[in-house]
Structures are given as structure tokens and as C-alpha cells.
């Protein structure tokens, strides 16, 4: 049971450039999050799944695109990447109830990106 | 706006030493409150939860509290060790349906042999 499983662990980009963040699960969560986290700042989310083929925006989504094609994947998308997009990106799931919460959030180890 | 403080933002102290943490909140609908581990370099790992009814929950030389009536907690750690050292998040969750979570700037700790 490997949890929540991230690749690349660091990676720089040149701007303009575009990459894929892989993201993969093997506890049947039913949902999933991308976040990214900057220096002296707390994590903030840049979309979340509630399951395969549903996707949404949270609070930081401008220059990223998520899709949710199987309950285990959920890559990240950057697309022209810039300098502003430097940080560090974590994935992570849940198993969510409306009337009981979340249970078993559970973070990868996080990608490094630089964009120069 | 939902916010979560967290203080100090840096603590050194010695090894085999107590500490304690601050996080104040402003998340309402209150869902739960949880503590982070991040180690340098690594996501962040959950050290507990707690929900509206919980004042305290510990976790071996971790204990937490809260007081749901101030919007405060705290994080305590008995006889640190230098395996302690690693920023300390506080995550509020807000029951909106899809619950949202607020995480705070972290308080970095550094345990000193």
C-alpha cells in the first residue's frame, strides 16, 4: 500500500514550457486535490476531484488543468508555465462523507518546480 | 474570510525540553481541527483531529487541545527529540458541504542536541 504516490520529485522548467505532475492513489479515495505551497505561506488548492470524470476549481486554478479519468490518477497540467508557478506542489485524498467528513487524508511527498 | 494563525513562526529549543504551539482561527462553519507534521522535504503527515465536542487528543508525546469557544488550540510536545524537529501546520476544516480546509503558515520547529 504505497498511499499517495507523486512524480517527478523536483523538476525545472524553462518559461513557456509545458508539464504534466503525476499523481497516483492506491487507497480507493474517492477524492483528490492538487496543492501548491509557498515559502512562509500555507498550502492553497488549485483543484479537487470528487471522483473519476469530476473536476473543480479551488482557490489558486489560473495556469493549471486537471482531469480525472480512473479513481487512482489525477495529474496536474501546467500549460505555458511561468516564474510565478515556482513552488512546491502536493497531491492528495480523501475519503469523504457529507454527514461524517473526511477521513484518511493522506499527502504525497510533494514535486519541486522551478520555472527560469 | 476563513484564516488560521499559527504562533511563533520559529522555536528552538533544547532537546528532552517541553514546547508548545499556538493556532488561532476564524473558520466558521467549524468542521475539525487537525495538526500537520511536515518534515523537510516531505508532505505534510496528520498527528490528530479533533471535532467540535474534543478538548484534547493525543497522540504519544503529542497533545492537542481546543477550545471551540475562544477558536484557539494548541499543540504540546513532551520531552522533545531531534527527530521533533519539522514545521507544525494547524488545518481547519470548514463544513461547507465539501469541506474546505484552511492551513496555517506552520510553525518551524528545531530541536537542538
Known amino acids: 500500500n504505497a498511499g499517495v504516490t507523486q512524480t517527478p520529485k523536483f523538476r525545472i522548467l524553462k518559461i513557456g514550457q509545458s508539464m504534466t505532475l503525476q499523481c497516483t492513489q492506491d487507497?480507493?479515495?474517492?477524492?483528490m486535490y492538487w496543492y501548491r505551497q509557498d515559502p512562509g505561506m500555507g498550502l492553497k488548492l488549485i483543484y479537487y476531484?470528487?471522483?473519476?470524470?469530476?473536476?473543480d476549481k479551488g482557490e489558486v486554478p489560473n495556469g493549471y488543468n486537471v482531469s480525472r479519468s480512473t479513481t487512482e490518477d489525477f495529474p496536474l497540467r501546467l500549460e505555458l508555465a511561468a516564474p510565478s508557478q515556482t513552488s512546491v506542489y502536493f497531491c492528495a485524498s480523501s475519503y469523504e462523507t457529507y454527514r461524517t467528513g473526511i477521513h484518511g487524508y493522506t499527502f504525497g511527498s510533494g514535486t519541486r518546480l522551478t520555472v527560469v | 474570510k476563513n484564516q488560521v494563525e499559527q504562533s511563533p513562526q520559529s522555536l528552538i529549543i533544547l532537546e528532552g525540553k517541553n514546547c508548545t504551539l499556538q493556532?488561532?482561527?476564524?473558520?466558521?462553519?467549524?468542521?475539525?481541527l487537525r495538526w500537520y507534521k511536515q518534515d523537510t522535504g516531505r508532505g505534510p503527515v496528520s498527528l490528530t483531529i479533533m471535532t467540535f465536542s474534543e478538548n484534547t487528543k493525543s497522540n504519544g508525546r503529542y497533545t492537542a487541545t481546543l477550545d471551540a469557544d475562544t477558536k484557539q488550540s494548541s499543540l504540546h510536545i513532551t520531552a522533545s527529540q531531534l527527530s521533533d524537529s519539522a514545521s507544525y501546520i494547524c488545518v481547519v476544516s470548514a463544513n461547507t458541504g465539501f469541506q474546505k480546509l484552511v492551513f496555517g503558515t506552520g510553525t518551524r520547529l528545531l530541536v537542538s542536541p
Open positions: 487507497m480507493n479515495h474517492n477524492y
Open positions: 476531484s470528487v471522483g473519476a470524470g469530476i473536476t
Open positions: 493556532c488561532n482561527y476564524t473558520v466558521s462553519p467549524f468542521s475539525n
